[in-house]
C-alpha cells in the first residue's frame, strides 16, 4: 500500500488564486512528521513546510499553509495568492517514528500557475 | 558556497564505464542522503549515513557504491550500469539523531546511461 498518495497529477490555477494540493498518508505509527517541498525545473528539492503528528496547529510559512487533519490522514498544502514563480512540481513526504530519517515521498503534483 | 553543491550536473556513461557523483554540504549537518528520481515514479531513498555511518540501504544493487569519507562529504561510485539507472540523483543532508529536522537537498545529477 502506498505510504503517501497524490491524487493530482497536475493542477492549472490562475495567478493571484488560492490553491491546494491534496496529500494523504498511511501510518500506525502514532508519531510521525509531514513535509512538502517544491520542485522547479532546476531540478532542486526545496523544503516548504513541516507538520508533527503532536502538533496542535497547524503549520503555516508566509504564503503556505498546511492543513493537517489528523482523523483522516490528509495534510493538503494551500497556497495563498499564488505567483507565476510557484510553477513547479510539489512532493509530499513523510517520516515514521522519532529517530527515523527514511522520507517517503509521494508522486508529485505539478502545478502551473497562469498568468 | 553554501548548502548542498551536487558535481557532475549531467553526466553520460556508457554501462561498461565507472564514474562518481560528489556531493558535499556546506551546513554544518551529521546525516547524507542519495535519492533516485526517474520520470514518473517517487522519489526513491538508496543510502542513508549519519555520523558517517551508514544506517539505511534501500535494497540497492551493488553496482551503486556509496561512500561517506566525513560528514561533509558523500560519493556515489558508480560501475557497470544499465539504462534503467537512467535518472535524476538527489543528495540531501540533515541534522541528524533524533530531531524532525528537514532535509536539505543539493540540484542534482542529470545521469544518462547509454
Known amino acids: 500500500a502506498q505510504k503517501i498518495t497524490q491524487t493530482q497529477p497536475g493542477m492549472f490555477v490562475q495567478e493571484k488564486e488560492a490553491v491546494t494540493l491534496d496529500c494523504t498518508y498511511d501510518?500506525?505509527?502514532?508519531?510521525?512528521?509531514l513535509f512538502w517541498y517544491k520542485q522547479p525545473s532546476s531540478g532542486e528539492m526545496i523544503f516548504l513546510i513541516y507538520?508533527?503528528?503532536?502538533?496542535?496547529q497547524n503549520a503555516t510559512e508566509g504564503r503556505y499553509s498546511l492543513n493537517f487533519q489528523k482523523a483522516r490522514k490528509s495534510a493538503n498544502l494551500v497556497i495563498s495568492a499564488s505567483q507565476l514563480g510557484d510553477s513547479a512540481m510539489y512532493f509530499c513526504?513523510?517520516?515514521?517514528?522519532?529517530?527515523?530519517?527514511?522520507?517517503?515521498f509521494g508522486q508529485g503534483t505539478r502545478l502551473t500557475i497562469n498568468p | 558556497e553554501t548548502g548542498v553543491t551536487q558535481t557532475p550536473r549531467h553526466l553520460v556513461m556508457g554501462m561498461t564505464n565507472k564514474k562518481s557523483l560528489k556531493c558535499e554540504q556546506h551546513?554544518?549537518?551529521?546525516?547524507m542522503y542519495w535519492y533516485k528520481q526517474s520520470a514518473k515514479k517517487p522519489l526513491e531513498l538508496m543510502f542513508v549515513?549519519?555520523?558517517?555511518?551508514?544506517?539505511e540501504n534501500n535494497s540497492v544493487p551493488s553496482r551503486f557504491s556509496p561512500e561517506c569519507p566525513n560528514s561533509s562529504h558523500l560519493f556515489l561510485h558508480l560501475h557497470t550500469l544499465q539504462p534503467e539507472d537512467s535518472a535524476l540523483y538527489l543528495c540531501?543532508?540533515?541534522?541528524?539523531?533524533?530531531?524532525?529536522?528537514?532535509?536539505?537537498f543539493g540540484p542534482g545529477t542529470r545521469l544518462t546511461v547509454l
Open positions: 549515513y549519519n555520523f558517517k555511518e551508514q544506517t
Open positions: 551546513l554544518g549537518h551529521n546525516a
Open positions: 507538520q508533527g503528528s503532536y502538533d496542535q
Open positions: 513526504a513523510m517520516r515514521e517514528g522519532r529517530g527515523a530519517q527514511k522520507l517517503v
Open positions: 540531501a543532508s540533515s541534522q541528524g539523531g533524533e530531531s524532525w529536522d528537514e532535509q536539505f
Open positions: 501510518t500506525s505509527d502514532p508519531s510521525y512528521g
